[in-house]
C-alpha cells in the first residue's frame, strides 16, 4: 500500500555494511511506498540517485504499514521529489556515521562538544551534505510532512528526537515502532 515503508536487512555492499556496523542492527536500507503502476508496486528511494523503482517482495525486506491517508502521502512524496528527484545519492554522507558512532560511545567526547556547543543529543546533530539525498532522509522527511499535515502528535514526538539530516535506517525503525505501533 502507499506509504508503506520497506526496510532492507542482510544486505551486501560496503555502504550496507558499515551502516550496519556503525548502528549495531542489522538493518541497511529504507524506502517508502509509492503506489501501483502498471500492476508492480513502486517504492520511492535513494539508492545509486533518488526516485522511484520497482518494489518486488524479498525476504530481507520488512514492511511496516503506514496509518496516513493516501492523499496525503502522495503531496508529500510529491513535495520531496520536487527537491530530490534524479539527484545523486549523497555517499559522502557515511562520514556521519563514525562521527555519531564515536560520540555515542565515548560520552565523554560528547560532553567535551557540549561545553563549546548547545547540545542536546547525537540524534540529533546536523551533517554537512544536501537534505534528501540518502534513503533515511528520504524516508524521514515524507513521514514528518505527513505527520505535521494530520497532526500526529506521537509520530511528531519521536521524529522531533532526531534531526532528519543525520539518521541510521535503525532510527527510522525505531521512529516506526513508537510513532506507528
Given at each position: 500500500?502507499i506509504?508503506?515503508?520497506?526496510?532492507?536487512?542482510e544486505?551486501?555492499g560496503?555502504y550496507?555494511?558499515?551502516?550496519?556496523?556503525f548502528?549495531?542492527y542489522?538493518?541497511?536500507?529504507i524506502?517508502i511506498?509509492?503506489?501501483y503502476?502498471?500492476?508492480?508496486?513502486?517504492?520511492?528511494?535513494?539508492?545509486?540517485?533518488?526516485?522511484?523503482?520497482?518494489y518486488?517482495p524479498?525476504?530481507?525486506?520488512k514492511v511496516?504499514?503506514c496509518p496516513?491517508?493516501k492523499?496525503?502521502?502522495e503531496?508529500?512524496?510529491r513535495?520531496?521529489?520536487?527537491k530530490s528527484?534524479?539527484?545523486i545519492?549523497?555517499?559522502m554522507?557515511?562520514?556521519?556515521?563514525p562521527r555519531r558512532f564515536?560520540?555515542?560511545?565515548?560520552?565523554?567526547?560528547?560532553?567535551?562538544r557540549?561545553l563549546?556547543n548547545d547540545c542536546e543529543s547525537p540524534?540529533?546533530?546536523?551533517?554537512w551534505?544536501p537534505?534528501?539525498?540518502?534513503?533515511t532522509e528520504?524516508w524521514?522527511?515524507i513521514v514528518k510532512?505527513?505527520?505535521?499535515k494530520?497532526k500526529?502528535?506521537?509520530?511528531?514526538s519521536v521524529?522531533?528526537?532526531y534531526?532528519?539530516?543525520?539518521?541510521y535506517?535503525s532510527d527510522?525503525?525505531?521512529?516506526i515502532i513508537?510513532?506507528w505501533?
Open positions: 500500500m506509504g508503506d515503508s520497506f526496510i532492507w536487512t544486505v551486501d560496503i550496507a555494511k558499515l551502516q550496519k556496523w548502528s549495531g542489522d538493518m541497511s536500507h524506502a511506498s509509492s503506489g503502476m502498471a500492476q508492480v508496486e513502486w517504492k520511492y528511494e535513494a539508492v545509486a540517485a533518488v526516485g522511484a523503482f520497482p518486488y524479498q525476504d530481507n525486506i511496516y504499514p496516513y491517508p492523499e496525503v502521502i503531496e508529500a512524496i513535495k520531496v521529489a520536487k528527484y534524479g539527484k545519492y549523497g555517499f554522507q557515511i562520514f556521519y556515521f564515536i560520540y555515542e560511545k565515548i560520552p565523554f567526547l560528547w560532553w567535551i557540549c563549546f540524534k540529533k546533530l546536523n551533517n551534505f537534505r534528501s539525498y540518502i534513503c528520504v524521514y522527511d510532512y505527513c505527520a505535521e494530520v500526529d502528535t506521537k509520530m511528531l521524529m522531533n528526537e534531526h532528519g539530516n543525520n539518521l535506517v527510522c525503525y525505531e521512529m513508537r510513532g505501533e
